[in-house]
């Protein structure tokens, strides 16, 4: 891929291929002039950024989501109009339901507006998730994970958005960004979240320029770096600054909190290795810099002192916002957005359930998700023999 850090669809379409796991050398033709004769020479004169050229040597220029699903061969359309269930979200949860809906013969389809396996397929290394004694890839889980779901012949969908969704009759209408409509009897709600951002000034013109917050997506472009900066430290932002530290010579950590909030066992591994440092009761006030980061002011909250620093990147791990702005309006949120259910995960709306990182009172860990995905099933099940939508007596194990 041919492109710029100020570059927004370039950033765009960096984070695309990330999310589907798909391996690709990035070459920034700011700082590389053979590399821009050639995007040049590619486009008989033109300059168009990100240039991204595939191994059978074609070559897509600006290319949209949906133009790097189809490249991918990633199927876009559903193959029925009418299904027993659809899952939105194809993250733990949404699997784990699927393949228990899959095994009691329940019609169902996965939706994902960006790649299967979800948030774990883009964490550098998962340690507790039962059954790996010695630790296992996110992305090799996540891999995992939708093989399991090909084998039951779950149909998925990834890099496709539910747009809308409304009950129709006694059924539940969605409809797809690709324009596309189904109809299901139910629907699981499982959209996950998305890490939250600083909101500070000089952070939006700066993601994907130096700002991040995926280290495995990210991290090794900054290979030799002096420095980078980690933002938050919880579980996540320890985890990913161990990640980071392969590459960097230092990893600054930054934490609001006059405590570091993750489990022992991380803290001990941190605290054991010269290549971090902390500043724990500060907080970022400010990003600068023109096309990359070129420094990071900070503020002490109990004194005032103002830090000034100079990381090649920032990595930011501060909480999780759900993915559910297409919810409103349609299903109760709470104030943080996060999805209303009661105990038997069902939604205000009639046979529409939710389950995952995006419900209310749901505790963002991977192994709670996989059994809210498959407790959920279990009540939807129940919800579609009641109305006759499915024979009595399947039993999941």
Same mark, same amino acid.
């Given at each position: 891929?041919?492109?710029?850090?100020?570059?927004?669809?370039?950033?765009?379409?960096?984070?695309?291929?990330?999310?589907?796991?798909?391996?690709?050398?990035?070459?920034?033709?700011?700082?590389?002039?053979?590399? +821009?004769?050639?995007?040049?020479?590619?486009?008989?004169?033109?300059?168009?950024?990100?240039?991204?050229?595939?191994?059978?040597?074609?070559?897509?220029?600006?290319?949209?989501?949906?133009?790097?699903?189809?490249?991918?061969?990633?199927?876009?359309?559903?193959?029925?109009?009418?299904?027993?269930?659809?899952?939105?979200?194809?993250? $733990?949860?949404?699997?784990?339901?699927?393949?228990?809906?899959?095994?009691?013969?329940?019609?169902? +389809?996965?939706?994902?507006?960006?790649?299967?396996?979800?948030?774990?397929?883009?964490?550098?290394?998962?340690?507790?998730?039962?059954?790996?004694?010695?630790?296992? &890839? &996110?992305?090799?889980?996540?891999?995992?994970?939708?093989?399991?779901?090909?084998?039951?012949?779950?149909?998925?969908?990834?890099?496709?958005?539910?747009?809308?969704?409304?009950?129709?009759?006694?059924?539940?209408?969605?409809?797809?960004?690709?324009?596309?409509?189904?109809?299901?009897?139910?629907?699981?709600?499982?959209?996950?979240?998305?890490?939250?951002?600083?909101?500070? $000034?000089?952070?939006?013109?700066?993601?994907?320029?130096?700002?991040?917050?995926?280290?495995?997506?990210?991290?090794?472009?900054?290979?030799?770096?002096?420095?980078?900066?980690?933002?938050?430290?919880?579980?996540?932002?320890?985890?990913?600054?161990?990640?980071?530290?392969?590459?960097?010579?230092?990893?600054?950590?930054?934490?609001?909190?006059?405590?570091?909030?993750?489990?022992?066992?991380?803290?001990?591994?941190?605290?054991?290795?010269?290549?971090?440092?902390?500043?724990?009761?500060?907080?970022?006030?400010?990003?600068?810099?023109?096309?990359?980061?070129?420094?990071?002011?900070?503020?002490?909250?109990?004194?005032?002192?103002?830090?000034?620093?100079?990381?090649?990147?920032?990595?930011?791990?501060?909480?999780?916002? $759900?993915?559910?702005?297409?919810?409103?309006?349609?299903?109760?949120?709470?104030?943080?957005?996060?999805?209303?259910?009661?105990?038997?995960?069902?939604?205000?709306?009639?046979?529409?359930?939710?389950?995952?990182?995006?419900?209310?009172?749901?505790?963002?860990?991977?192994?709670?998700?996989?059994?809210?995905?498959?407790?959920?099933?279990?009540?939807?099940?129940?919800? +579609?023999?009641?109305?006759?939508?499915?024979?009595?007596?399947?039993?999941?194990?």
């Amino acid at each position: 891929m041919y492109g710029a850090p100020w570059c927004p669809d370039c950033r765009r379409a960096k984070q695309f291929l990330a999310e589907h796991r798909v391996e690709y050398r990035w070459v920034n033709v700011d700082d590389d002039g053979e590399a +821009l004769r050639t995007i040049e020479a590619l486009q008989n004169g033109g300059h168009t950024i990100p240039t991204i050229v595939f191994p059978d040597q074609s070559v897509l220029l600006e290319p949209t989501n949906e133009a790097l699903a189809q490249k991918l061969g990633l199927r876009l359309q559903a193959e029925r109009a009418f299904y027993d269930l659809v899952i939105v979200g194809g993250g $733990p949860a949404g699997l784990a339901a699927a393949i228990y809906a899959a095994r009691e013969g329940i019609a169902v +389809l996965v939706v994902d507006r960006s790649a299967l396996g979800g948030q774990a397929g883009v964490t550098e290394r998962i340690d507790n998730y039962p059954g790996f004694p010695e630790g296992i &890839g &996110g992305a090799e889980l996540a891999r995992r994970f939708v093989a399991q779901a090909d084998r039951y012949q779950v149909e998925s969908l990834g890099a496709v958005e539910v747009t809308a969704l409304a009950r129709e009759m006694d059924d539940v209408a969605l409809t797809f960004g690709t324009g596309q409509q189904v109809g299901a009897h139910a629907v699981l709600l499982a959209p996950g979240s998305s890490y939250r951002r600083l909101g500070v $000034p000089g952070e939006e013109d700066l993601i994907g320029a130096g700002v991040h917050f995926c280290a495995t997506c990210d991290g090794p472009f900054y290979r030799g770096a002096d420095e980078l900066l980690v933002v938050g430290g919880g579980n996540s932002g320890l985890e990913e600054g161990l990640f980071l530290s392969q590459f960097a010579k230092k990893v600054r950590v930054v934490q609001r909190d006059d405590r570091l909030t993750a489990s022992s066992l991380l803290q001990d591994k941190v605290r054991d290795d010269p290549r971090f440092e902390f500043h724990l009761g500060t907080e970022i006030v400010e990003l600068r810099g023109q096309g990359r980061v070129e420094e990071v002011v900070g503020r002490t909250r109990a004194t005032g002192e103002m830090h000034h620093w100079h990381p090649r990147a920032v990595f930011v791990y501060i909480g999780l916002d $759900p993915n559910t702005q297409f919810l409103d309006g349609t299903v109760d949120l709470d104030e943080a957005g996060f999805i209303a259910t009661d105990g038997m995960f069902r939604t205000n709306l009639e046979g529409v359930y939710a389950a995952g990182d995006g419900r209310r009172g749901s505790t963002k860990q991977l192994g709670a998700a996989v059994g809210d995905g498959i407790a959920a099933l279990i009540a939807i099940r129940g919800y +579609l023999q009641s109305h006759s939508h499915l024979a009595t007596g399947a039993e999941g194990r």
